[in-house]
């Protein structure tokens, strides 16, 4: 009978913490559960998870039952350091029967009164991220089924935090959407203008960008440009290029000359990366438009009573590709109502479609209206909910001279 009962309360605390029912839970919230729960399976009276900082290669406190001020005062240990410290350099199960100052740095440990400990690491695969220990204020003997309890309680905590990392890192990439994107495009005479940015990736932004700026020798900077690559990854890239760009716009006039001083920033300070770029200058009475395009697609204009067409703009290299070389410029005429639509490839390609499929549907959509106008119709039109890949839409249209 005791040999059943012992087998009992081994299944008892298995499904304790592979309980269905935590998966519901938000990740802050099942690190809380966890913590609950083992606390009470072990009979003990603190329990805490301290997350690895790769960077730092410390471990912070993220999360605590009967530590919680060590999680308020945002408590930093390297690793080697400690009784953490130390599960985390071994990579193995520490028990400490006797708790002291020599074998713990954390002096709210021992203001505590812990007698005993048993920390175990946390893994997702093979990668260390972190530390799960539980404290005694009495002394205790753990056992093997303690350490094999706690270690179950840990692997399930490792999936969670994996999860939180993903939300702050997806709410690290909205922030810097949000500071990339322009807010709202500049009002400036002679155009209005219309812009889309829909990602393609679950962290809500990628390379794909948009700008525009006005220029101090009255021309208007126009820039749609796609680094490679998803997420947070491929945004910082775009934001340091975004960057990069803007200040050579101040010192070139000619688009070809700002996207080749471009490419020298990318093989020099972002080897590896590759990206293309759309840059043009609309002219200060509109009438002209000077584009250079490295390596991206060409845009649209429609014109009242010509219909839509891409204009005939040789393609450079993409940005990144070889050794930088000269790079062209050409001239377009820009009428009055016209349109020039600018984009990413994610608005029209689509897997095991030919491109000039979806250039086709994209020329087909496209009237001399006003920029808000092209833009929401491109977009109901094509169907850019979800996209594949991330999309940006640039519309500018020129007004009728009164």
């Given at each position: 009978?005791?040999?059943?009962?012992?087998?009992?309360?081994?299944?008892?605390?298995?499904?304790?913490v592979?309980?269905?029912?935590?998966?519901?839970?938000?990740?802050?919230?099942?690190?809380?559960?966890?913590?609950?729960?083992?606390?009470?399976?072990?009979?003990?009276?603190?329990?805490?998870?301290?997350l690895?900082?790769q960077?730092?290669?410390?471990?912070v406190a993220?999360a605590?039952?009967?530590?919680?001020?060590?999680?308020?005062?945002?408590?930093?240990?390297?690793?080697?350091?400690?009784?953490?410290?130390?599960?985390?350099?071994?990579?193995?199960?520490?028990?400490?029967?006797?708790?002291t100052?020599?074998?713990?740095?954390?002096?709210?440990?021992?203001?505590?009164?812990?007698?005993?400990?048993?920390?175990?690491?946390?893994?997702?695969?093979?990668?260390l991220?972190?530390?799960?220990?539980?404290?005694?204020?009495?002394?205790?003997?753990?056992?093997?089924?303690?350490?094999?309890?706690l270690?179950?309680?840990?692997?399930?905590?490792?999936?969670?935090?994996?999860?939180?990392?993903?939300?702050?890192?997806?709410?690290a990439a909205?922030?810097?959407?949000?500071?990339?994107?322009?807010?709202?495009?500049?009002?400036?005479?002679?155009?209005?203008?219309?812009?889309?940015?829909?990602?393609?990736?679950?962290?809500?932004?990628?390379?794909?960008?948009?700008?525009?700026?006005?220029?101090?020798?009255?021309?208007?900077?126009?820039?749609?440009?796609?680094?490679?690559?998803?997420?947070?990854?491929?945004?910082?890239?775009?934001?340091?290029?975004r960057?990069?760009?803007?200040a050579?716009?101040l010192?070139?006039?000619?688009?070809?000359?700002?996207?080749?001083?471009?490419?020298?920033?990318?093989?020099?300070?972002?080897a590896?990366?590759?990206?293309t770029?759309?840059y043009?200058?609309?002219?200060?009475?509109?009438?002209?438009?000077?584009i250079?395009?490295?390596?991206?697609?060409?845009?649209?204009?429609?014109r009242?009573?010509?219909?839509v067409a891409?204009?005939?703009?040789?393609?450079?290299?993409?940005l990144?590709?070889?050794r930088?070389?000269?790079?062209?410029?050409?001239?377009?005429?820009?009428p009055?109502?016209?349109?020039?639509?600018?984009?990413?490839?994610?608005?029209?390609e689509?897997?095991?479609?030919?491109?000039?499929?979806?250039?086709?549907?994209?020329?087909?959509?496209?009237?001399p209206?006003?920029?808000?106008t092209?833009?929401?119709?491109?977009?109901?039109?094509?169907?850019?909910?979800?996209?594949a890949?991330?999309?940006?839409?640039?519309?500018?249209r020129r007004?009728?001279t009164?």
């Amino acid at each position: 009978m005791a040999d059943d009962s012992g087998a009992d309360e081994r299944l008892r605390r298995i499904e304790a913490v592979t309980d269905s029912k935590l998966s519901r839970l938000d990740a802050d919230d099942l690190l809380d559960e966890l913590l609950v729960r083992v606390r009470e399976l072990l009979r003990v009276d603190t329990a805490a998870i301290l997350l690895l900082d790769q960077h730092a290669q410390q471990l912070v406190a993220t999360a605590a039952k009967g530590l919680e001020e060590e999680v308020e005062q945002g408590f930093r240990i390297s690793v080697g350091r400690g009784f953490a410290g130390r599960v985390a350099r071994s990579r193995q199960p520490v028990i400490l029967e006797q708790v002291t100052p020599a074998r713990v740095v954390n002096p709210l440990l021992l203001d505590k009164g812990i007698q005993s400990m048993l920390g175990v690491p946390m893994f997702a695969g093979t990668e260390l991220v972190g530390v799960l220990h539980v404290g005694s204020l009495t002394p205790r003997r753990f056992s093997g089924d303690d350490v094999r309890l706690l270690q179950l309680v840990a692997d399930r905590a490792s999936f969670a935090s994996q999860t939180r990392l993903g939300t702050i890192d997806r709410t690290a990439a909205l922030a810097l959407q949000r500071s990339l994107l322009p807010t709202r495009l500049p009002t400036v005479n002679g155009v209005d203008m219309a812009a889309r940015y829909v990602p393609g990736h679950h962290t809500g932004i990628g390379g794909d960008w948009y700008d525009v700026f006005p220029l101090p020798s009255g021309w208007l900077g126009i820039v749609v440009g796609d680094v490679s690559g998803h997420g947070l990854p491929a945004a910082v890239v775009m934001g340091r290029l975004r960057s990069a760009l803007r200040a050579y716009t101040l010192e070139c006039d000619d688009p070809a000359d700002a996207l080749h001083r471009l490419d020298h920033k990318i093989q020099h300070f972002e080897a590896g990366n590759l990206a293309t770029a759309l840059y043009a200058m609309i002219s200060p009475d509109r009438e002209q438009i000077l584009i250079s395009l490295a390596g991206h697609l060409p845009p649209m204009l429609a014109r009242p009573g010509h219909g839509v067409a891409a204009p005939a703009i040789p393609v450079d290299l993409p940005l990144g590709i070889g050794r930088p070389r000269p790079r062209r410029s050409t001239v377009v005429e820009f009428p009055e109502n016209a349109v020039l639509v600018c984009y990413t490839d994610g608005l029209i390609e689509r897997r095991g479609e030919l491109i000039d499929v979806g250039f086709d549907r994209l020329r087909a959509v496209i009237q001399p209206e006003s920029a808000e106008t092209v833009c929401s119709t491109i977009m109901t039109s094509l169907g850019i909910d979800q996209p594949a890949d991330d999309v940006a839409l640039l519309a500018i249209r020129r007004h009728a001279t009164a």
